[in-house]
């Protein structure tokens, strides 16, 4: 009889797999704040000491999504904006090995917060020639960080796509004492029937010195039907034209050609404020009238308004002291398509319109003079 017989299990002589080591967790800190805190109105810069980053998810208050990107090859994280004062991002950093690390990061306090405004309001509807003004209730230290983060972007009126970053400069300009003015203008008037919208993170920047303002600002509005006055004094009339079409021709009076401070300053003037009744006064000239149908043009006294008393010299002489003046019928029709950021440009006189004369000169400098008043040049 023939059989299997065994003398106990067999022996396996294969060798027992390693264990699969762990991964080194990656080890994230941030770079530049050995007291614990950035400071506020920078951007953040998160470094790997160990490991290297593969992905980076940071969020801000209310679960916002903070911007930006992994550099060095993955040995560091840079958010593509700064941090506001006194603020907190928490962050979950990935590490080319898998592996993941969470953490926190802070921002200093800001020593004071000071007020600032803009002076187009949210949704309003303004010409091509109006300037972007922001006004600070303080003196601005460091311009040239506010300039870098202070964006201007437009689009066609109505769309819904990308908006593209506006073609033009911020320029600080003449403020009294303890303020400060920005304007920002583009190189040629806006194009008409476009959306503009400005971002100021005014509220998250260091303005110099600690401080920052009380709050970002950010508003749309529209450029709306492109509207010129071309204002000829020796022709003594104003020509309307509206979308690059004559609209209107109206005869007109300026200021008396003889005498020089009483001329109308030629140059680019912007219509900033509309009366149907307008009170004028000159101690100097010794007159006190109410003028209808005003239209100022700048802030040094020049205005497009009704004046009766100078009919008879409309389309022929120039008598006043320095406003444009027309028919009671003409400067109501003027007025009635007027609105803020409308360009006057006037021509043919002696006297040019400049810094000292007015606070609104934007379009009378050059391109390169405007720039030149960039804090970043």
């Known amino acids: 009889?023939?059989?299997?017989?065994?003398?106990?299990?067999?022996?396996?002589?294969?060798e027992s797999p390693s264990p699969t080591p762990t991964p080194t967790p990656i080890s994230v800190k941030t770079a530049h704040a050995a007291s614990g805190n950035v400071a506020f109105g920078k951007p953040v810069t998160l470094k790997a000491s160990e490991g290297s980053i593969k992905s980076m998810s940071v969020t801000g208050p209310h679960g916002k999504d903070i911007k930006g990107t992994v550099a060095q090859g993955g040995k560091a994280w840079r958010s593509a904006g700064p941090i506001?004062?006194?603020?907190?991002?928490?962050?979950?950093?990935?590490?080319?090995?898998?592996?993941?690390?969470?953490?926190?990061?802070?921002?200093?306090?800001?020593?004071?917060?000071?007020?600032?405004?803009v002076n187009i309001g949210r949704d309003e509807t303004v010409g091509i020639a109006a300037p972007v003004i922001v006004n600070f209730q303080a003196n601005v230290k460091d311009k040239a960080n506010l300039e870098r983060h202070m964006t201007v972007r437009m689009r066609p009126h109505g769309s819904h796509g990308a908006w593209k970053k506006a073609s033009g400069s911020w320029a600080w300009m003449y403020a009294a004492p303890g303020t400060e003015k920005a304007h920002f203008r583009p190189k040629k008037f806006w194009p008409a029937?476009?959306?503009?919208?400005?971002?100021?993170?005014?509220?998250?920047?260091?303005?110099?010195?600690?401080?920052?303002?009380?709050t970002d600002i950010t508003m749309r509005f529209t450029i709306g039907r492109s509207q010129i006055v071309k204002a000829d004094a020796k022709k003594h009339n104003i020509v309307v034209y509206r979308d690059g079409k004559k609209v209107h021709t109206y005869p007109a009076s300026y200021g008396m050609d003889s005498v020089k401070d009483r001329n109308t300053r030629s140059g680019i003037h912007v219509v900033t404020e509309k009366y149907k009744v307008k009170r004028m006064t000159s101690e100097r000239w010794g007159y006190d009238l109410k003028e209808r149908?005003?239209?100022?043009?700048n802030n040094n006294g020049e205005f497009i308004h009704a004046n009766p008393a100078t009919t008879g010299d409309q389309g022929s002489r120039n008598v006043s002291h320095g406003c444009i003046n027309l028919s009671t019928a003409n400067a109501r029709a003027y007025y009635s398509t007027a609105i803020y950021g409308d360009p006057v440009v006037v021509t043919g006189t002696k006297t040019q319109l400049s810094d000292s004369l007015t606070e609104l000169y934007d379009w009378a400098l050059s391109w390169q003079k405007w720039k030149s008043l960039s804090a970043l040049n």
């Open 1 to 14: 009889m023939t059989g299997c017989s065994s003398s106990g299990p067999a022996k396996d002589n294969a």
């Open 84 to 117: 506001k004062p006194a603020g907190t991002w928490k962050w979950t950093a990935t590490g080319t090995n898998g592996t993941r690390t969470k953490g926190r990061v802070s921002a200093t306090k800001a020593k004071s917060k000071e007020h600032a405004t």
């Open 193 to 214: 029937h476009t959306d503009v919208r400005v971002d100021l993170p005014l509220g998250t920047l260091d303005w110099g010195g600690g401080m920052t303002g009380r």
């Open 293 to 297: 149908w005003a239209v100022r043009i």
